[in-house]
């Protein structure tokens, strides 16, 4: 048992790993909540577990159910494009604005509620979610024979852990150069050309389908 469950175990933090470090819009949300200190511990919470319920979810089977429903995957698709295009437009706007918030500055914080909304439609609205997470991660972990799939699922939830943990906590150790505003402007235009981007990628792929 034990020689089966430690390169399953391996595997799963290693694929998990290599997949979710990427740049990407649960990422930049991530970090931008990090620099702000706002409700980081919830946030990096929520997307570990719905990583690691996800890739549970898709070692037991619902990869293969997905699948087979591409119109679900569809619209999951144009979902995810509409709020990344809206979401990458509000960042857009606060990098035009002079008076964009700084580190610690005025301006009111969401509430708990809205900043777990929006890390929610984040995870669950963006499509690669479901093919790499659910779909790839799923089809390999439900390969493992026997208590591998259960250490392959273990695997990949430690290192989405550590990953959203680092990312969120970690952000502060950059407060000193986002004390500026124009850091902050900076940030929201990276963040406005990756949400765009993606967006804009997401309702082609969408079109074409």
Do not use: K
């Amino acid at each position: 048992m034990i020689e089966m469950t430690i390169p399953a175990f391996t595997t799963g933090f290693a694929l998990s790993g290599a997949l979710i470090v990427a740049i990407g819009a649960q990422n930049m949300f991530v970090l931008r909540q990090g620099l702000r200190r706002e409700h980081v511990g919830p946030v990096v919470a929520f997307c570990a577990c719905a990583d690691a319920l996800l890739v549970a979810a898709g070692v037991a089977g619902l990869g293969a159910v997905l699948g087979a429903m591409p119109a679900l995957s569809h619209i999951l698709l144009l979902g995810g494009a509409a709020f990344l295009l809206w979401y990458g437009l509000s960042a857009l706007r606060r990098a035009l604005d002079p008076g964009s918030m700084a580190l610690g500055g005025g301006g009111l914080s969401p509430s708990l509620a809205t900043t777990i909304g929006r890390t929610a439609a984040f995870t669950l609205l963006n499509p690669h979610v479901y093919l790499d997470t659910v779909l790839l991660m799923g089809s390999i972990g439900a390969s493992q024979p026997g208590h591998g799939q259960i250490a392959f699922v273990a695997g990949a939830a430690t290192a989405s852990a550590l990953w959203f943990t680092g990312l969120g906590y970690g952000a502060r150790l950059l407060a000193p150069l986002f004390e500026r505003p124009m850091a902050w402007r900076v940030l929201d235009a990276v963040v406005a050309v990756t949400m765009l981007l993606l967006g804009a990628g997401l309702l082609l792929r969408g079109w074409i389908a």
